[in-house]
């Protein structure tokens, strides 16, 4: 036994916290610093209300990219944690040196769930309401117990774009969300919101809904209701001559509109807001429980103004573990627009009955200016009848070599292809960037 305690006290020594590395001194009272923090945080989170506050910025940067109805995920809005019992007033001057919005510039809404399970601002805070905790003012806007207070924040901008003080809001008053929906680009945008009058109606707002979307004054518009997206969606047309209140249209509403007149609309696939709506819609659940990637290949066509052939061909590329090649017409198929399609590749060696459904998004890059670039976007079952799909009206040729805009820069034009497929391992992916010459 005694050798054994002799061996013990060779094998065990002491040390001292000067003997462990300094790298891993840091990370270890990091580590303990971080726990005292949490564990402080959730000992003291009853003292506090997380509140969510969204912004017109916060709808402008989400609609149409992260989401498409209602108008906001309150995830992704600016979070303040807020001691219960600091008074709104103090909160509201948290929110001017955040913002950089005074407080006589804000005005707050309540969100309220509605029965069709849409979630929108429902009225704003009264002054007795704006003088209460922000402890009371949870307890007001949500019934059941959650630590958090969501808020609409309306901030409106005087001609020199400075916040002004919010318009005096009636009975009659009501505050309406827009969407702008593009048939061309496949695109659905917020552009702003306004109040209306009860008894208004909805043609008597329309040269601001014009203006809101940068349309000629002489351009005539459609509007459409967006009323709920599950379980399914219904969005219904709105008679522009019908009274707000008549079409039951309440604070927090959104009304999405378009141009009425679309020139190819054969073309579109979906032509209107309610069958866009009802795309997006079907696409949301059959994506539920998959991952989906969006595939990119980009194709650089040099000396476009030299090209003498009617159709030329991109390399064929593989995107989602399928081949495919972009089709061009440079001056037109048998029209005066630019021609822009995609085609599976050998389509006449694949195995009898193939098909693959794709949706699939062309881009025309204006190399100036990215936000001017044209995009075209859709959903086609490619197959052996079908195994080419595109635009053959894709964008008239004379803006395509108008020098205002930066589609053909040093005579180089660039088409993106993007294809929305599944995930694959990393082995399988490759972003395709060809070489800049044509095919021929």
């Known amino acids: 036994m005694g050798e054994k305690r002799s061996d013990k006290d060779k094998i065990i020594c002491h040390f001292v916290e000067t003997d462990i590395a300094e790298h891993l001194r840091m990370s270890l009272m990091k580590e303990q610093e971080e726990e005292e923090e949490q564990r402080k945080y959730k000992g003291q989170a009853h003292l506090h209300t997380i509140i969510k506050v ?3 910025e916060d709808l402008v940067d989400q609609i149409g990219k ?60 009264t002054p007795q309401e704006e003088a209460q905790p922000v402890g009371q003012l949870r307890e007001i806007s949500n019934k059941a117990y959650n630590a958090k207070l969501k808020l609409f924040l309306e901030v409106d901008l005087g001609l020199d774009r400075v916040p002004v003080s919010p318009p005096q809001k009636s009975e009659e008053d009501i505050l309406v969300f827009f969407k702008l929906y593009n048939p061309e680009k496949g695109e659905l945008r917020y552009v702003g919101r306004l109040f209306v009058k009860s008894y208004g109606r909805p043609i008597e707002i329309l040269p601001r809904l014009k203006e809101m979307a940068g349309f000629n004054q002489d351009e005539e518009l459609e509007l459409f209701e967006e009323i709920k997206f599950e379980p399914c969606v219904m969005c219904e047309y709105i008679d522009k001559k019908t009274s707000f209140r008549m079409s039951q249209i309440i604070d927090g509403d959104i009304i999405c509109f378009q141009k009425a007149r679309i020139d190819n609309e054969n073309e579109f696939r979906y032509s209107n807001v309610p069958s866009f709506l009802e795309y997006v819609h079907n696409r949301q659940h059959a994506m539920e429980g998959q991952s989906f990637t969006l595939w990119k290949y980009t194709w650089k066509i040099t000396n476009f103004t030299s090209l003498t052939q009617k159709k030329y061909y991109s390399e064929v590329f593989t995107l989602s573990n399928n081949a495919w090649r972009i089709l061009i017409f440079p001056k037109g198929n048998n029209t005066e627009h630019l021609s822009i399609y995609l085609d599976v590749t050998d389509s006449e060696r694949l195995p009898s009955g193939w098909s693959r459904n794709t949706h699939f998004k062309l881009t025309l890059i204006d190399q ?6 044209r995009i075209r976007e859709t959903e086609h079952n490619f197959t052996a009848r079908e195994s080419l799909w595109g635009f053959t009206s894709f964008i008239l040729l004379s803006e395509v070599h108008d020098n205002h805009n930066g589609y053909l820069v040093n005579d180089t034009l660039m088409v993106v292809a993007e294809i929305l497929g599944p995930q694959l391992p990393a082995e399988n992916t490759w972003l395709a960037e060809p070489h800049a010459n044509i095919p021929q």
């Not at 600016?78 to 103090?90: A, E, G, W």
């Not at 006589?104 to 805070?125: D, E, H, I, S, V």
């Not at 100036?368 to 670039?373: T, V």
Request: charged residues 30%; contains cysteine; glycine residues 2%.
């Open 66 to 125: 992260d989401i498409y109805f209602d108008l906001v995920d309150h995830e992704k809005v600016r979070s303040f944690r807020i001691q219960k019992q600091m008074p709104f007033t103090l909160f509201k001057e948290e929110v001017a040196r955040e913002f950089g919005v005074p407080v006589q510039c804000q005005r707050f809404w309540f969100w309220a769930k509605r029965q069709n399970n849409t979630y929108r601002p429902n009225r704003p805070l």
């Open 54 to 56: 969204a912004r017109d």
């Open 368 to 373: 100036d200016n990215y936000g001017n670039s």
